[in-house]
């Protein structure tokens, strides 16, 4: 199993505010997802990367695949409270759609 | 009908008690999952049934016994749990073609407490 390491652990900031959360590996990933996990719901996909030095934007998320494949970060542009939660970046280790997941970096925005 | 619902929302129970947790999708995929989550920590596999049939047990104890009694529903039984089986345990389904499965759509879970 490959493993993913998410840092930071935990991220507090203020609204208004920009944060980036990294994952990252040893490991060469033919695609990466990021998933955010509000309280009391199941992770919900933001995005599939799948191209090295890939960029793609969701509103004011940002997402890069590193040029290796083995790396990934998530900005967030002005944070706002509803962008708190659990953020898990994972991948898919086989044809069965089993997910490997990071650690998280849970994330709290206060306004 | 795009979501993934799960009953019930809370539960406790003993350690001498059986119970069951329901999973059920209208999406028409045919790949279903159970997910266990600790506090603070990511989602980990248990169970994978594709076309109803038990595909991955990631060595999960026997007091947990899966169920898939047709392709829209998924259940979780369980028997002689112990505390630490305390957790959210999530569901989730997926489109397949053949063996291939693409994005998994998570339920919101079930928050069990064993005392």
């Known amino acids: 199993t490959q493993l993913l390491e998410q840092s930071p652990q935990f991220l507090s900031i203020q609204e208004g505010e920009n944060l980036t959360v990294y994952c990252n590996s040893s490991s060469v990933f033919s695609s990466l997802q990021w998933y955010r996990q509000e309280p009391g719901e199941g992770p919900v996909l933001l995005v599939t990367?799948?191209?090295?030095?890939e960029v793609k934007k969701l509103k004011r998320l940002t997402f890069q695949f590193g040029d290796a494949r083995k790396d990934s970060s998530l900005h967030i542009t002005a944070a706002q409270p509803g962008d708190t939660g659990l953020y898990l970046c994972a991948y898919k280790t086989d044809s069965w759609g089993k997910l490997q997941f990071g650690a998280g970096t849970q994330v709290v925005v206060t306004p | 009908d795009t979501e993934v619902t799960q009953t019930p929302k809370h539960l406790v129970m003993g350690m001498t008690n059986k119970k069951s947790l329901k999973c059920e999708q209208h999406?028409?995929?045919?790949?279903m999952y159970w997910y266990k989550q600790k506090a603070k920590k990511p989602p980990e596999l248990m169970f994978v049934?594709?076309?109803?049939?038990?595909?991955i047990n990631e060595s999960v104890p026997s007091r947990f016994s899966p169920e898939c009694p047709n392709s829209s529903l998924l259940n979780l039984h369980l028997h002689a749990l112990q505390p630490e089986d305390s957790a959210l345990y999530l569901c989730?389904?997926?489109?397949?073609?053949?063996?291939?499965?693409?994005?998994?759509?998570f339920g919101p879970g079930t928050r069990l407490t064993v005392l």
């Open positions: 990367v799948v191209t090295g030095g």
């Open positions: 989730a389904s997926s489109p397949t073609q053949g063996r291939q499965t693409y994005t998994q759509y």
């Open positions: 999406m028409g995929h045919r790949a």
């Open positions: 049934y594709s076309y109803e049939k038990l595909s």
